[in-house]
């Protein structure tokens, strides 16, 4: 079965600096696409980046990037020089060759950046 | 930013009542998803969409939910008699094909409160 971690379920930091969200997924899937997405206070969520499995650099999106550590089934999000307004839930999500037509969330990590 | 927009933002209903909500996918995505969130955060898949074709449903959707995507019409979800239970966030979302390489699109939900 799929599955996605995501184990701080809350993070403070203050604005500017950098900060480092962690989650780790089981697949049994040769090919899978991992995401990130960002929920708002107002429950939008926004698709931020993704990384493919059989891609070995780590995705980069503006203050965004990935640690892809494929051998420990773990896509760390780093999120550079945060802002107030990056404040939000952020999840973790995965897509498999198995279950294309399914994405499966992690329970998220709530980011709270202090001025 | 997402192009998928639902329709009601808020919608109170009393237990026992029909909840309607609706839901365009951005234009040329085929794939279409909903999703309940609940107050922790979780996400619940509930069914997908490959133009009018329902590809998989959970059971629950089977029974009080029933879902569509007729041509040229929004996408529905709609519960025939509200529970307590149901009061989440219902998110729909869209993307390319159901091919695992693109990342899915959500609208901004539909908060549906049963009193």
């Known amino acids: 079965a799929q599955k996605v971690t995501q184990t701080q379920t809350s993070i403070s930091v203050v604005e500017k600096t950098t900060v480092t969200m962690d989650c780790v997924y089981e697949?049994?899937?040769?090919?899978?696409?991992l995401f990130w997405y960002k929920q708002t206070a107002s429950g939008e969520i926004v698709f931020l980046i993704r990384q493919d499995s059989y891609k070995k650099e780590n995705a980069t999106v503006g203050h965004y990037s990935l640690n892809f550590q494929k051998p420990k089934s773990s896509i760390g999000l780093i999120i550079t020089a945060t802002q107030i307004e990056d404040s939000a839930v952020y999840f973790c999500a995965m897509r498999g060759d198995t279950n294309a037509y399914k994405v499966i969330f992690g329970k998220g990590t709530h980011l709270h950046v202090l001025p | 930013n997402s192009k998928v927009i639902q329709t009601p933002r808020y919608l109170v209903k009393g237990q026992g009542q029909k909840a309607k909500m609706r839901c365009i996918p951005e234009?040329?995505?085929?794939?279409v998803f909903w999703y309940q969130q609940n107050k922790n955060n979780e996400f619940k898949f509930l069914i997908n969409?490959?133009?009018?074709?329902?590809?998989?449903q959970i059971d629950m959707t089977e029974k009080r939910f029933s879902a569509e995507c007729p041509s040229n019409s929004p996408c529905s979800l709609e519960i025939q008699s509200s529970e307590a239970g149901d009061s989440a966030l219902y998110l729909c979302?869209?993307?390319?094909?159901?091919?695992?390489?693109?990342?899915?699109?959500f609208g901004k939900g539909t908060r549906l409160t049963v009193v």
């Open positions: 979302a869209s993307s390319l094909f159901g091919q695992t390489n693109t990342e899915v699109f």
């Open positions: 969409f490959q133009n009018q074709e329902v590809l998989q």
């Open positions: 234009k040329g995505h085929p794939v």
């Open positions: 697949t049994r899937d040769s090919s899978y696409f």
